[in-house]
């Protein structure tokens, strides 16, 4: 989930929800994105910003960051279409494959190593259907992961806001 709405909503869909489930969640304060209208279609995706020139797709309290970075290069003349996905499983192939066509360059973020996460399944999904897109991953990189604040790990790992913005400049060579 990408804020408290969402881990209440999964969290009734984990309990009503017939065989194993894994829910991930964070210790830190998330901001809440989504109103209390939002709703959760099982395994899908969420469309949270339609934008032309490049594609992002984040999930969990990456999100919020995703956002943030967002709304920054839309303020620089960038249309970024923005995809939060709060289920790895099942994956919304749909949502990715048409934001691949769209934009032809993704960038996925997430708090996870990019082997086996939500960067991995994304480049799976383009791969598998012969997509002509470029997929980007932030995330962690193959390393042992030290413990410490979220934020300053964010920042020497390359996964925070300012490094979201800086490598969507550079793919677009802007």
């Given amino acids: 989930p990408a804020d408290a709405r969402e881990a209440a909503i999964m969290t009734r869909m984990a309990v009503e929800f017939d065989g194993p489930v894994y829910l ?8 809440t994105i989504f109103g209390e209208d939002h709703t959760l279609p099982f ?3 969420v ?7 490049i594609t992002i797709i984040s999930t969990g309290m990456m ?11 839309e303020a620089q003349g960038i249309a970024v279409n923005l995809l939060h996905i ?4 099942p994956m919304d192939k749909e949502a990715i494959l048409e934001a691949a066509q769209a934009t032809k360059n993704i960038v996925t973020v997430e708090n996870h190593s990019v082997i086996g996460g939500l960067g991995s399944a ?5 791969a598998e259907e012969g997509v002509p897109c470029r997929v980007h991953r932030i995330g962690f990189q193959d390393i042992f992961l030290e413990s410490g604040d979220d934020e300053e790990l964010f920042t020497k790992y390359g996964m925070n806001t300012g490094n979201i913005v800086q490598k969507v400049k550079g793919i677009l060579k802007v």
């Fill in 24 to 31: 991930r969640t964070v210790r830190c304060a998330v901001p």
């Fill in 43 to 45: 395994g899908k995706a």
């Fill in 47 to 53: 469309h949270v910003k339609k934008g032309a020139d």
């Fill in 63 to 73: 999100t919020p960051k995703a956002l943030d970075a967002a709304t920054q290069l």
């Fill in 86 to 89: 709060p289920f790895i499983k």
């Fill in 122 to 126: 994304v480049c799976e999904v383009v």
